[in-house]
């Protein structure tokens, strides 16, 4: 995902879906086809619909251009974020859950589409799946987005949504349970463990820190890598046994009090004991892959030095004697990625710093037991408890919460890792409510404007530099705001800084360019703005350039365009393919136009459920036999903006006999993401599978390997040139051509 795409998922997940509190138990969807809906200004509201604000929809929200029948639902933005939504209070029995229906658009300038979301039974979200994809303007065409469906869903919200500018069309909306009509399903309801019924710690933790001494920080950063471990390894937790935020609340009191790390593991002991016996396993254990890519070091629950003989010999015991298939607070999504499951949210957590501890403790722990790649952070994690309680325990505002959790994400080196609250990741109180209206890029090492979003408001040009806001050289502007930054790599942090360097609570930014002359810009709100200035210019639509080459967007293909696409280009001697930026999944389809047989693409680093930590490698293989492959040269065009999926894309694509890559360094953010919730109503994300080159090369941080570099520069920008196009061209039409195919494969 680039950081557009970034953008894009933070607003959707910010979508307002309060319908959630205001369902009355409903178990029908109604009014899918807007027909029984009274046109009359009159009659102000739509049954059952609500808007982006939990408000019901009104006659406005409704028009005569409909797919069939009299009427449609319709949302108009000039900017802003719109979405339409309806909730029932119910699940069904059955593998996957659908909404599909009709849209139609016109001018939409970031994305418009149908989502799906599910809830538990205490309202935190399980999972959001929207359409991808929708921009510009198209005719009526149906549409299908699909979730699995989520063991403890307990309510199903459904809708439609506009981010950005345009207009969209909604009609006809129908639900299936597994392809069949939704009411023919068996209704579900979740089995409540005893993890679920303990909620006495759901308003107030009872912990109230001021000031920590270092005894009592060792003692907590111990108290996390045990109860981390406890999380994941203990049976009865697995099962479902105990809710494992309730555990720490009645033990961290005791460790707090505990005037030595004696003490302490003393205290951490007795309240293991007080769970469940974990039973001698003999002779069915767990025993350990002994060919796995990557394991997790439990060698320091052996220190009986640091942990005391009696607690160590419980953690080995347990660590040993493990014995459970599934587990209460994780599984495995579609994609074979971590699921993060029954995370509660909580909403004081400003003045409450068991709450703070814990964001610390379960992030630490997520990352501890399910990323491939937490060797990468700047910080051992070992060492990343002790370092952040202090932060956590004193972060008593919001801003201060906030910053605190932007560190610790920062500390990955993983751009999965952003940080979404109730604005998305605008996060207005430690960045500011505020934005100037221009979009910059980072090139040859300068700030560069590359759009006026606002150009009768002041007087910049696209290729203006600009070197100081506010007064403040932009350099140290930028390294006061680096450590926030959750990102791979420089190139990908430095696409992030672009719109937060000017974001402020100021009416005004003063921004001083590089000839010295001072240009005053007028700030707008953030919810006007943000997405507009974060857009990168859109790329071209398909096109045959010359008579010798095509050009492919794979920010607008999507899989079922590939094959009548390739019936028109595939006699093209040249194609240049554009991956920057996010796409749209067609690179499984296209792949099987480009090679003559399945290849190995990419392997695979996947969590081993009975031993969370560990990663099994497996081979990630693309392509079908085809006995008439494209023969000719191809090109793949890359940035900073190749993030995520684009990065795998590449992956993929430059696995053709006659692909090279050109254009600069990728995000190297690469792997299916695993969200999960965070106490104080945040949201974030981690890359949940690691992801190797064939030849177990690491991509991560990395990026994908570039056989030509070509990088934007400021005269280009301000001349309006897209410079990898045109070396791509260059590239197409030399002899260098073949001679960088042949030695492609070292690279690989």
Known sequence: MNAKGRLLACSLLALSFNAIADIDE????????????????????????LDEQGQPLTAAHLTNTAHQGKQALV?????????????????????????????????????????????DSRGNALGFEFLKGLTGTQDWQQYQVTAQLHQDTSSISIGGFIVGGGKAWFDDLTVAVDGKDYLLAKRYTPVLLAADTDNEFDKKSAIELIDLTASQIDNLSKL????????????????????????????????LSAKTSTEANA????????????????????????????????????????????????LRHMVDNRQFESHYYFDFNSSQGVEVNNERGYFTVEQDAG?????????WSLIE??????????????????????????????????????????ELNDGHAYLNGSQGNQLPQVFGNRLAPIQLGFFEQKWVVTANLAPKSNPLSVGNVITHVDGQPVDKLVKKLWPLMAASNDVSRYDLLKSRILQTEQPQLALTLANDSEVVVP????????????????????HIINEKTGYINMTQLVPEQVAPLMQQYGQLPQLIID??????????????????????????????????????????????????????????LSNEQSFSQAEFTLMILRQADNALVLGSQTAGTDGDVSRFVIPGGYQSQFSGIGILTPTNEPTQRVGVAIDVEVTTTVEAVKAGKDEQIEQALILLNSDKFDMLVLNKSARL
């Not at 719109?82 to 699940?91: P, V």
């Not at 009709?102 to 799906?116: C, E, P, S």
């Not at 709450?355 to 992030?363: P, S, T």
């Not at 700030?523 to 398909?542: G, N």
Request: net charge neutral; aromatic share 12%; proline share 4%.
């Open 26 to 49: 409903q178990i029908e969807f109604e009014q899918l086809d807007f027909e029984q809906v009274n046109l009359s200004e009159t009659d102000t509201q739509v049954a059952r619909w």
């Open 267 to 314: 205290q951490i002991s007795h309240w293991l004991s007080q769970m469940s016996t974990v039973s001698t396993c003999k002779p069915n254990c767990v025993t350990r892959v002994k060919q796995a890519s990557l394991q997790v070091d439990l060698n320091w629950i052996d220190d009986e030095n640091d942990l005391g003989a009696k607690l160590s010999q419980q």
């Open 369 to 410: 037991y399910f990323s491939p790649y937490k060797a990468l952070a700047e910080t051992p994690w070992q060492d990343i408890p002790r370092k952040y309680i202090s932060q956590f325990n004193a972060a008593t505002s919001q801003e201060m919460y906030e910053r605190a959790l932007l560190m610790l994400l920062g």
């Open 75 to 119: 949302l108009k933005s000039d900017g802003e974020k719109r979405n339409f939504s309806q909730t029932i209070d119910t699940s069904f029995v059955g593998e996957s859950f659908s909404l599909s229906g009709f849209v139609r658009t016109q001018d939409i300038k970031q994305l418009a589409g149908m989502f799906i979301q599910q809830f």
């Open 523 to 542: 700030t707008v709100a953030m919810k006007e703005i943000y997405l507009s200035v974060m857009t990168p210019s859109p790329l071209p639509e398909h």
């Open 224 to 255: 996390a890598k045990v109860w981390g471990l406890v999380k994941y390894y203990h049976n009865a937790v697995a099962a479902g046994g105990y809710n494992m935020d309730a555990e720490l609340f009645r033990v961290m009191p005791k460790v």
């Open 579 to 636: 991956v920057r930026g996010y796409p749209r999944g067609a690179a499984w389809a296209l792949a099987e136009h480009l090679f003559a047989q399945p290849k190995l693409v990419a392997k695979a680093q996947l969590t081993n459920m009975q031993t969370p930590g560990d990663f099994i490698l497996e081979k990630v293989e693309v392509g079908k036999n085809n006995s008439e492959p494209y023969q000719g040269k191809i090109v793949l």
């Open 355 to 363: 709450y703070r501890l814990l964001a610390l403790f379960r992030l």
